[in-house]
C-alpha cells in the first residue's frame, strides 16, 4: 500500500518539477521577446 502511495508521490513531484521547468522555459522566452532577444 506504502508503496503504491510513494510512487503517486514521485509521479505527482515529476509532474510538478515538468511545469515548473516549463513555465520558467515560458517566462525566460518572453522576457528575451520583451527587451528586443537575439
Do not use: N
Not at 510513494?6 to 522576457?31: G, T
Amino acid at each position: 500500500m506504502s508503496i503504491i502511495v510513494h510512487y503517486r508521490y514521485i509521479q505527482l513531484v515529476h509532474r510538478f518539477i515538468a511545469v515548473a521547468s516549463l513555465s520558467v522555459e515560458y517566462a525566460a522566452a518572453a522576457h528575451i521577446c520583451e527587451s528586443g532577444g537575439p
